[in-house]
């Protein structure tokens, strides 16, 4: 090791106390970017109490990197940031990724977020409707390219339908919850915390539940900045760990988090976080890959990618174990960490 090497590595010793400082090696300071530009959302708490405590800035600031972060209202707008260029990180649904990434968006998945049970598909409150074969004909507000649209799917096939059998509405989260109750849609396909919402404010009610239907929250990183950065990517993750971490260990203080930046009332925020999200397993690993696996043929049934494509090729090649594996070694992170309401 060189002089110069050996000071730039001692000068960052002290930093090794805090989780989100804990990944640096020799030539980490030359492969630093400019900037971070990652997302937030609604739909990821720890997205959230990350962007709150400012803790990627604090550690990314030593190498003079900045953090930029913008709002996610759904997969489909993280999915087209990614493709864009105007994020390096997002934040979506498996399923979502794995469409993405089979329609040609270039990116890998080396950290899970979340596994929610983020949704369902919901009717007002005095609707007559009970069950998902009563949508046949009906109008189903979803947000096309995410879990909601995708379990929307997954749900009529099981009712013996198919999407022609139903007039789907295009509507991003928020929207979908306002049509559901101004009488302009029959059901939606909803999202947690508007969903949580309008089950609490407004009454609506949850006709089709099914959490093997929703898919896991993944973190994704568009490859190109992977190649480059990946030290700065660990960085990412080690931020994200211990603002998992953190979650797990104060779920309310969290949930007061996400009323705050969502603008809901605080009790919606909790019956997401307490009851609707599992925060372990955050590793990617054969289990996420399986759950995948079992989910992907919608995909293929309902044309969402091209004729041919290996879908099990498609999930392998998004999904990486390896990008965060010193992350969760230098963290202990066993992968079963667990908070109350985790399934």
């Known amino acids: 090791m060189d002089r110069r090497t050996f000071l730039k590595t001692a000068s960052l010793l002290p930093a090794t106390g805090a989780l989100g400082a804990a990944f640096f090696h020799a030539g980490a300071h030359a492969a630093s970017p400019a900037e971070v530009r990652l997302d937030y959302a609604y739909y990821s708490p720890t997205s959230l109490v990350l962007k709150r405590f400012g803790w990627l800035e604090e550690d990314l600031k030593k190498d003079n990197t900045g953090v930029k972060w913008v709002l996610s209202q759904g997969s489909n707008r993280a999915l087209e940031y990614l493709n864009g260029g105007s994020l390096d990180i997002g934040s979506t649904a498996g399923l979502a990724a794995v469409l993405a990434r089979a329609n040609g968006n270039p990116i890998r998945t080396p950290y899970i977020y979340?596994?929610?049970?983020?949704?369902?598909?919901?009717?007002?409150?005095?609707s007559p409707i009970t069950g998902v074969a009563q949508l046949k004909g009906k109008k189903v507000a979803a947000t096309k390219g995410t879990d909601p649209y995708l379990f929307?799917?997954?749900?009529?096939?099981?009712?013996?339908?198919?999407?022609?059998?139903?007039?789907?509405?295009?509507?991003?989260?928020?929207?979908?919850?306002?049509?559901?109750?101004?009488?302009?849609?029959?059901?939606?396909?909803?999202?947690?915390?508007?969903?949580?919402?309008?089950?609490?404010?407004?009454?609506?009610?949850?006709?089709?539940?099914?959490?093997?239907?929703?898919?896991y929250g993944f973190l994704n990183v568009r490859e190109e900045f992977l190649a480059r950065h990946q030290e700065t990517v660990q960085r990412v993750i080690a931020a994200y760990e211990r603002a998992r971490q953190w979650t797990v260990a104060n779920p309310a203080e969290a949930a007061k988090i996400l009323a705050e930046e969502a603008k809901v009332p605080l009790q919606v925020a909790l019956l997401q976080v307490k009851l609707r999200t599992d925060f372990s397993n955050p590793r990617p690993s054969e289990q996420h890959i399986a759950a995948l696996r079992e989910a992907a043929p919608i995909l293929q049934?309902?044309?969402?990618?091209?004729?041919?494509?290996?879908?099990?090729?498609?999930?392998?090649?998004?999904?990486?174990?390896?990008t965060a594996a010193p992350v969760f070694a230098k963290a202990g992170t066993a992968g079963s960490t667990l908070v109350a309401g985790a399934k």
Request: glycine residues 8%.
């Open 114 to 126: 979340s596994r929610p049970e983020w949704t369902a598909l919901v009717v007002a409150k005095n």
């Open 152 to 215: 929307l799917l997954c749900a009529l096939r099981g009712a013996g339908l198919t999407k022609s059998d139903v007039e789907i509405v295009h509507l991003q989260h928020p929207d979908g919850r306002v049509a559901l109750e101004t009488g302009k849609v029959d059901a939606w396909a909803g999202l947690d915390p508007h969903m949580a919402a309008s089950e609490l404010e407004a009454g609506s009610r949850l006709i089709y539940r099914n959490v093997n239907f929703n898919t």
């Open 301 to 322: 049934t309902e044309a969402l990618v091209r004729p041919g494509t290996d879908v099990h090729r498609v999930i392998a090649e998004l999904i990486d174990t390896k």
